[in-house]
């Protein structure tokens, strides 16, 4: 079951960060080397027939292509680190929407919660208390975007999982 | 005639993307207002004339669906028309906001699909 | 007078011209058409990026959408098109009938094109894009019409 979760997180943040910012996963030869990129956080829990949270992990070197090519700006002009926060966490928004009915269905009804920003401190705490049931990494141009999905209540059915 | 138009998003990011396609859509627009959140759009709607509002659903404070309730019971704002933009993927949820007269645009949006549901929407209201 | 716009390549017409491109794939097509002053233009673009072969897109532009594109607007505004007037259609971006393509060269191709477009506010009057057909494109200058011919079959665009 891990492998196909991760297979269905995988395509719908690809499709979501492809749709809503233009960016897309590339390979390992056409991405900048960087090193000792600090990382943003976000968070945004989920009710329903099973409840959770999704986490992304964002290099902040892609937060400023992210709110410029949301907003169609030119890669000259100056975002602030609230606007790049803000794009963070409504691009976790989006794909935990669009991820949830994928997995559970299209009759389930989830009520998310607002996003917000995670200290490393809060992510340590979490990893600590359990384990994720999928965790995908995507690798973009100027950096990468994890994607981590915790149950902490009700189960998945691996049987209620779409099809390849 | 300009339409005057409520923007109700959390995210001011993403109110931003929708103010650019709506002054890619051709419509005449008026002014333009926001707010974070379904109280703050009740407010708005109290200190301006507002033509259409659009809506997201996960909201602090007071969700979409509970602004649009609010909406419909008030006879100054019960025939605004709304759209909802939102993630919302439940078949269940999305019927029930159709059913209180909203339209539903899922995000992420295009452009294109902002300017279909407002031109319809528009064309509707000069018929 | 019909010309044949060819892969990685960009043609400029004229009322009575029809611009016609074969093949698309994954490439992308985009027809661009001001019905004001009667030009248009079509690309036929492989690749996405440009950076991927910098010295390829100084030689053939055309070969890449995020340069192709561009220059296709420009080339029309120099010869009186206006932006606001611009008829705007897109087609091909498909994949394999495979679906494990790796390097998804058609969606790639779809994203840079929405990236521009979203960029400089621009909307698309229609689109024939995806699945995992080949299409030929005819587009006549004097009236806008783009016709698409895949499978035997023709419709218009």
């Keep these: 079951m891990p492998e196909r979760l991760n297979e269905i997180l995988y395509r719908v943040a690809e499709e979501i960060l492809e749709s809503l910012a233009f960016l897309f996963p590339v390979l390992d030869e056409e991405r900048k080397k960087t090193s000792n990129v600090f990382v943003w956080g976000a968070s945004i829990s989920f009710v329903g027939p099973f409840s959770g949270r999704l986490v992304i992990l964002a290099s902040e070197t892609i937060l400023p292509d992210l709110v410029k090519n949301m907003l169609g700006l030119d890669a000259g002009e100056e975002v602030s680190l609230a606007q790049q926060h803000d794009a963070l966490m409504e691009l976790l928004s989006i794909v935990c929407g669009n991820v949830l009915p994928v997995v559970a269905g299209k009759k389930a009804m989830f009520n998310l919660d607002v996003p917000k920003i995670l200290s490393s401190e809060e992510y340590d705490t979490l990893m600590k208390k359990q384990d994720p049931v999928s ?5 973009l141009e100027n950096g990468q975007a994890d994607f981590i999905l915790f149950i902490e209540e009700g189960t998945l059915s691996l049987n209620s999982l779409p099809l390849a | 005639m300009a339409i005057n138009l409520l923007i109700v998003d959390d995210s001011s990011v993403m109110r931003s993307m929708i103010v650019k396609a709506l002054r890619m859509s051709g419509i005449d627009l008026g002014a333009i207002h926001q707010a974070g959140n379904g109280k703050e759009g009740l407010d708005r709607l109290d200190e301006h004339g507002i033509d259409l509002a659009i809506v997201d659903i996960n909201m602090p404070v007071m969700n979409g669906e509970e602004m649009i309730d609010c909406m419909r019971s008030r006879s100054d704002t019960s025939q605004i028309p709304v759209i909802v933009i ?15 007269g ?3 645009i899922h995000k992420p949006f295009t452009p294109e699909r902002i300017r279909d549901v407002i031109n319809e929407l528009v064309g509707r209201q000069n018929a | 007078m019909r010309h044949v716009v060819g892969v990685g390549d960009m043609k400029i017409g004229r009322a009575g011209d029809i611009l016609v491109t074969h093949g698309l794939g994954s490439c992308l097509g985009l027809m661009i058409y001001d019905p004001v002053v009667k030009v248009g233009g079509m690309l036929h673009a492989m690749l996405p990026l440009s950076s991927i072969n910098p010295q390829k897109a100084e030689s053939n532009p055309f070969m890449f959408v995020d340069t192709g594109v561009p220059l296709l607007f420009q080339e ?24 494990n393509e790796l390097f998804k060269i058609g969606e790639r191709n779809y994203t840079i094109l929405r990236k521009l477009l979203w960029k400089n506010s621009i909307l698309l009057a229609a689109e024939d894009i995806g699945g995992t057909i080949s299409r030929t494109v005819f587009f006549e200058i004097s009236s806008g019409r783009t016709v698409i011919a895949s499978n035997g079959n023709e419709r218009l665009l």
Excluded: H
């Design chain 1, 135 to 139: 965790q995908v990494t995507l690798e």
């Design chain 2, 86 to 100: 939102s993630t919302e993927g439940s078949e269940a949820r999305i019927e029930r906001l159709k059913e209180k």
């Design chain 2, 102 to 104: 909203a339209r539903f």
């Design chain 3, 76 to 99: 029309l505004y120099t010869l009186g098109g206006e932006k606001n007037r611009m008829v705007v259609k897109a087609v091909g971006c498909s994949q394999p009938a495979d679906k």
